[in-house]
């Protein structure tokens, strides 16, 4: 199976990393959609435009100031192959060693971008909310999967590039 890693960028000096962390596969593509972010929501209609422009067979989201982990297109591998066309929601660990999810829970703060890998099925996608916080959360719990479909990984697939500011009740 192949991928599309989709990542909004402001263009910052992270991005090569970001990129330089992507293990790509034969088939898989990098889609990287630039933006300058002028009020809430930043970074949700480059996610957008990304998952129109995607070819393969499934979809995964990083921003540019992240950096997966050695190994993850592997991990990833195993989870399409152990649950074929399902969404699979890693976990990610932020530079304060906070690790999310916490819960197997589609509830604000305990889900976000970085963890998705889902089969790029247009049909059963909702849409990132382009002038919204939470874009992650609202994308996920409106797209036509349902909760019980959602494969929960304990691998952790995506390091933060920034630390989190949010409290996880």
């Not at 435009?49 to 592997?74: S, W």
């Not at 999310?100 to 998705?116: A, C, H, R």
């Not at 952790?156 to 630390?163: R, S, T, V, Y």
Request: charged share 25%.
């Amino acid at each position: 199976m192949t991928i599309s890693f989709i990542i909004p960028s402001i263009n910052r000096e992270t991005l090569h990393r970001t990129i330089d962390s992507i293990e790509i596969w034969p088939g898989d593509e990098i889609i990287v959609e630039f933006d300058i972010p002028k009020s809430v929501g930043w970074g949700n209609a480059q996610r957008n435009k990304g998952i129109g422009r995607a070819t393969t067979d499934y979809l995964a989201f990083i921003d540019d100031d992240d950096y997966y982990v050695v190994g993850h297109r592997q991990i990833m591998e195993n989870a399409i192959k152990e649950n074929i066309g399902k969404p699979n929601l890693f976990r990610i660990k932020y530079p304060s060693g906070m690790i999310l999810w916490k819960t197997k829970e589609i509830i604000p703060g305990n889900v976000s971008t970085q963890m998705i890998l889902i089969p790029n099925k247009k049909e059963m996608l909702s849409e990132f909310w382009k002038k919204r916080n939470m874009g992650d959360f609202i994308f996920i719990d409106q797209w036509k999967w349902l909760d019980q479909e959602v494969i929960w990984r304990e691998e952790i697939i995506c390091h933060m590039g920034h630390d989190d500011n949010t409290k996880i009740i």
